[in-house]
């Protein structure tokens, strides 16, 4: 029988290509429908039994199907027997024994019934019921251009699932479900036909494994789930939901999710390279909820597919009665994370320039912070020295000379113009300038042994406190912090202030010091600059906005061009392995 293009598309072959051998079956195209729909002669073409041949209704490479009337009846039916007659292999004979066994345990009005089995000449015949009907494929478009209605495609695709899940649910995986087994009558009832590759789960399946040691494969590949392209096993009900997913993609679009034309390897390589588009952006039918149904069908891995096609039915009718369906539509997250996984190079590249910047970003930020703290401490040391040696340089060159000569050294100087203040004193009035000043600098002086009448002289918080103390230790090492003060991110900084020979007399017999047994050396008190950050964080941030937009926009252009290399190549893999859409 000659091939057809709808065999071509069905089968999904190349004209140059191995052919794919065929179980028996009602042939491996829908060739046998129109040439039963061709047959007017009602004149008996041979004998079978008791049954007068009509004509051959298909041929597979096992199997002939003819359409028959049982003699002196009008009672139609097809006939179903080895095409080697006595000549075939025990092989040929076991399957064939497996399909009998298979369909005599059915019972179901959208499968198709089981009339009988003889024995003929020594070879085995099936009788069933002969089915007057087209692919349900062809059934959708049977109304013209706009074909069926969804609603009743849907109608009539979940028939055909109660029937292939009633198989199931009796140990038979169908294993060759595909448009031409799938036939629907005049009255819209499909029936599920051509048993002859189907699989008991209660038999072990060593005549597949050698089927798939020998390199054959069974099933049409067009329709055939990834792992009967493979060859892997075990097959088990989800392979037949992938079959009947793809029958709906077909439904729906028009056409198939892949390319089915060339080797077996290409159209694994297809399914597995290849992502689907979504069936209602071809028709225009359906929505996204149906389109999650239909990808979930036939996704590539079986446990990401609906774990029964009692749970693809369900589904379905669910979305028909407007509730929540189990299928989620693809997030875009999802989406690029396949196609990450599909562009390894362009993807690692991408991931490095990512982690690159983020690391990049981390560095910078630690390492400008670093700088601004060090500068910070620079600062606060210069002026800490600065005004220890002003301080002593006052009292040296000012205070006691003056005081010397008259003229009165004393802390409180209000409303006195007779007077200069001691050192401490003019410290803390510098302190005060300072912190008036627009960069709010603050100077601290205080003591455990402030003078009585410095009310403001002793440690305030634990900071000072803890100066006090490591000062007391180690007056050579200044003590600083980095934490909020008065609501502001500053720098404490604190050195110690040392008695020296020149202040030890005034302060042991000074009436208002509370401490009288001061020795040279001794730590006084201590002077502490508080200088706040804001001025220096905000510069180092407007510094490093300006690093991060032109290292961001380098890292960005780059991260862009990791992303259209990814969706260049992916689209080469379509029009490579899905190519050929416009010209179908």
Aim: glycine share 10%.
């Amino acid at each position: 029988m000659e091939r057809s293009d709808t065999s071509r598309q069905e089968g999904g072959l190349d004209d140059g290509a191995k052919p794919v051998p065929r179980s028996f079956g009602f042939g491996d195209d829908d060739a046998w429908l129109r040439r039963v729909r061709s047959i007017e002669s009602a004149e008996p073409l041979g004998q079978i039994g008791a049954y007068e041949i009509l004509g051959e209704a298909g041929r597979g490479a096992q199997g002939v199907v003819y359409r028959a009337r049982r003699s002196g009846t009008r009672l139609e039916v097809a006939l179903k027997r080895l095409v080697a007659g006595s000549l075939a292999t025990p092989e040929m004979r076991r399957r064939f024994d497996r399909e009998i066994e298979a369909a005599s345990t059915l019972n179901h009005p959208n499968i198709v019934r089981i009339l009988g089995i003889d024995d003929v000449d020594g070879q085995r015949v099936l009788t069933m019921e002969w089915v007057d009907g087209v692919p349900i494929t062809e059934w959708a478009t049977a109304k013209g251009p706009a074909g069926r209605s969804l609603n009743e495609l849907m109608q009539v695709f979940m028939k055909t699932c109660e029937a292939v899940q009633h198989a199931h649910q009796r140990g038979v995986i169908h294993r060759d479900l595909k448009p031409s087994n799938l036939l629907v009558d005049d009255g819209g009832e499909p029936r599920v036909v051509d048993f002859g590759l189907a699989k008991s789960l209660d038999i072990e399946a060593s005549e597949d494994r050698t089927v798939t040691r020998t390199g054959q494969f069974v099933g049409t590949p067009a329709y055939a789930s990834p792992e009967q392209l493979q060859g892997v096993d075990p097959f088990d009900v989800r392979s037949d939901v992938y079959s009947l997913g793809v029958i709906l993609y077909h439904l729906i679009a028009g056409e198939l999710p892949y390319r089915v034309s060339g080797s077996l390897v290409e159209m694994a390589q297809a399914i597995q390279e290849t992502e689907p588009v979504s069936p209602s952006s071809l028709s225009g039918r359906g929505d996204r909820m149906l389109d999650a149904i239909v990808l979930k069908a036939i996704a590539r891995e079986k446990r990401a597919r609906y774990q029964s096609v009692e749970a693809l039915a369900d589904d379905i009718r669910r979305y028909l009665h407007g509730d929540a369906v189990m299928a989620r539509p693809m997030r875009h997250v999802d989406r690029f994370v396949r196609l990450v996984r599909r562009n390894p190079v362009a993807a690692s590249f991408m991931m490095a320039v990512f982690v690159g910047l983020i690391v990049g970003f981390v560095h910078l930020s630690r390492l400008s912070g670093s700088l601004m703290e060090q500068t910070a401490l620079e600062s606060a040391a210069m002026h800490s020295d600065m005004l220890d040696r002003l301080n002593t340089l006052y009292s040296d060159a000012v205070a006691w000379p003056m005081q010397g000569l008259g003229i009165t050294v004393t802390h409180d100087m209000a409303g006195r113009t007779d007077a200069i203040p001691l050192p401490a004193t003019f410290t803390i009035a510098l302190g005060e300038d300072m912190e008036d000043s627009k960069y709010g600098m603050k100077l601290r002086l205080y003591s455990e042994f402030p003078y009585r009448t410095r009310t403001n002289g002793g440690p305030h918080d634990n900071f000072e406190r803890d100066a006090l103390r490591q000062l007391r230790r180690q007056p050579d090492d200044p003590v600083y912090r980095f934490e909020d003060y008065n609501g502001r991110y500053s720098l404490r900084y604190a050195t110690a202030r040392r008695m020296d020979r020149s202040c030890v007399g005034c302060h042991n017999h000074h009436p208002d010091s509370p401490k009288r047994d001061w020795q040279v050396g001794d730590v006084r008190g201590v002077l502490e600059i508080i200088h706040p950050l804001a001025r220096d964080v905000e510069r180092t941030g407007e510094a490093l906005r300006g690093t991060f937009v032109l290292a961001g926009s380098i890292s960005g252009a780059l991260f862009l061009l990791s992303i259209i290399a990814m969706f260049a190549g992916n689209r080469r893999r379509v029009q490579r392995f899905a190519g050929g859409r416009q010209g179908r």
